[in-house]
């Protein structure tokens, strides 16, 4: 009789053991299913870019920010400045990436400076005595170094 009393209790802690394995397991693998539908959407885009022989989305704009990085020292601090008139929070973020481990600063201060925009009459760089364009990449992006402090 001893023996059916200690085999009871250990089936019940087996089965509860095994019940509540099975809902953690379920627990974990519902956030699972609506990764799915986001992996095949992204299957789907990948395939019609290739199908489309196209690049993706911001290719072209990480090639054009590695050229651009080719002018610039390895590291320390590169100025920045919008001369857009807009927000240019995304374009300095993206810089920010691209260039790293420099650092992205919002001045005119540095050895270079990056000016970002169409530079409406006299307020960008290009007409500044301070400042010599080193590169200009497509309209609304150029490298400029300092040539008298």
């Known amino acids: 009789m001893s023996s059916e009393s200690e085999t009871s209790p250990r089936a019940w802690l087996r089965s509860s ?5 099975g809902a953690v397991l379920l627990l974990l693998g519902l956030p699972t299913s609506d990764l799915l ?8 885009i990948w395939g019609r ?10 290719t072209s704009q990480d090639r054009l920010n590695q050229e651009l990085a080719s ?3 390895p590291t320390g601090i590169i100025g920045f400045l919008n001369v857009s008139g807009g927000d240019a929070r995304r374009a300095w ?9 420099r650092t992205l600063v919002p001045s005119i201060d540095q050895e270079f400076v990056i000016e970002y925009g ?7 760089l290009g007409r500044d005595a301070r400042f010599a364009l080193v590169k200009a990449f497509a ?6 170094r300092r040539i008298s402090r």
Do not use: E, K, T
């Open 118 to 124: 169409v530079s409406p009459g006299a307020n960008g």
């Open 71 to 73: 002018y610039l020292p």
């Open 139 to 144: 309209d609304d992006l150029r490298v400029f």
């Open 17 to 21: 053991r095994a019940i509540a394995s």
């Open 93 to 101: 973020f993206f810089l920010q990436y691209s260039l790293a481990p």
């Open 37 to 44: 539908r986001v992996a095949q959407w992204n299957l789907h």
């Open 49 to 58: 870019l290739r199908q489309l022989a196209r690049d993706a989305p911001g």
